[in-house]
């Protein structure tokens, strides 16, 4: 489907690249969310996505992808927009923890609403690393494989699955914190 609405954009057709926004525009948001918390940020690195990929829509290979060469110019340009923006990104030591906490903490999320599970996991990614959230919005929420988060990002492996192992320590402990009582 996205070969057909490509080549109508690269035609001329520019309606077709509506075929791309309404597809892609979701995701394109959570993972700029990820990266630079803020949602009025996030909405001008999604806009400013959209822009860019439709003019070098030209350069577009068929080798990967749209969805693959998309989100890494999301990635590309929410990054770019942190460091236009010079934010200071606090980054959160990961406690480790043990597998009490975290059976405890995994308890609490299994009995959450889906409404509440949102709000946590948007207030969790507010608070960590804009790297682990990006990781973790593209391997749980995406549903991304490694190698697809390789290509989106441009992260070694390795590189990705420290960030994922971060992420998933940093939301735990966010989680032990706000809702698991201590003894």
């Known amino acids: ?3 057909h609405y490509l080549n109508e954009v690269i035609n001329g057709n520019t309606n077709a690249f509506g075929y791309f926004i309404r597809t892609y525009q979701n995701k394109a948001f959570g993972i700029a969310i990820s990266i630079v918390k803020q949602e009025d940020d996030a909405k001008d690195v999604v806009q400013n996505s959209f822009i860019t990929a439709y003019s070098s829509i030209s350069k577009f290979r068929n080798d990967a992808k749209f969805s693959t060469w998309f989100y890494r110019i999301v990635v590309n340009t929410a990054l770019q927009f942190l460091a236009q923006r010079k934010r200071n990104v606090i980054k959160n030591e990961a406690l480790e923890l043990t597998e009490t906490e975290k059976t405890a903490c995994n308890a609490v999320i299994q009995k959450m609403h889906q409404d509440d599970l949102k ?22 929420i995406d549903e991304l494989s490694i190698t697809e988060i390789e290509e989106v990002t441009n992260f070694t492996k390795p590189n990705i699955k420290v960030l994922l192992h971060r992420g998933r320590t940093s939301f735990y402990d966010i989680v032990k914190k706000q809702h698991i009582k201590k003894p």
Not at 119 to 131: A, D, G, M, Y
């Open 119 to 140: 709000r946590l996991i948007k207030t969790v990614f507010s608070k960590i690393h804009s790297k682990q959230a990006l990781i973790l919005q593209l391997f749980y």
């Open 1 to 3: 489907m996205d070969t």
